[in-house]
């Protein structure tokens, strides 16, 4: 829970859904899905409280928080693989926290001129929100319900995607 307490969040020993929000995020480099890993911001060591779960496909496994005996769970974080990034807190009409604060959580540099090692000039870097390019600093890109993220690292993929399917998602 260091990174978590790294990225200014405040982990708890549940989930509270006071404030629920799902945005996606898709990273891709050279052309190529880069999978955004499941338990980000979810301390999966600990032994009560977290259950996991291989995944449907059973290439990844899903992590869910039941109670924990100590802080546990950020109020930011990934249950699965998909990409899907959860926002779950005890505080009504919560700020959204950002892009930066997730990739602090990750342990993945992100600021306006890297992506983790990839650095402008030497590397392409391009984001867009809901298919539109975003020239702003990636960090400090809000996390609403909804948005779909991506991040494009050198050769662009076939299509970038520009939505989500949220699906039962509320």
Known sequence: ???????????????????????????????????????????????AGVQSTPSLDGT??????????????SPLHTHDASGVIHTESRNP?????T???????WGIRLDDSCVGDFCKPNAS???YLDGKKYDGNPAEIQLKSHIEIAI??????????DHWDFGELP
């Open 1 to 47: 829970m260091a990174l978590a307490a790294q990225a200014g969040l405040e982990p708890t020993d549940r989930e509270y859904l006071m404030t629920h929000t799902h945005s996606h995020l898709d990273v891709s480099v050279d052309g190529k899905k880069v999978v955004v890993p499941s338990g980000i911001g979810i301390d999966i060591e600990a032994a």
């Open 60 to 73: 990844s496994t899903e992590y869910y928080v039941t109670i924990c005996g100590a802080p546990c769970l």
């Open 93 to 97: 009409h919560e700020n959204p926290y």
């Open 99 to 105: 892009l930066g604060q997730f990739f602090t959580e």
């Open 125 to 127: 870097v391009v984001l």
């Open 152 to 161: 494009v690292i050198g050769k662009p993929p076939a299509v970038v995607p």
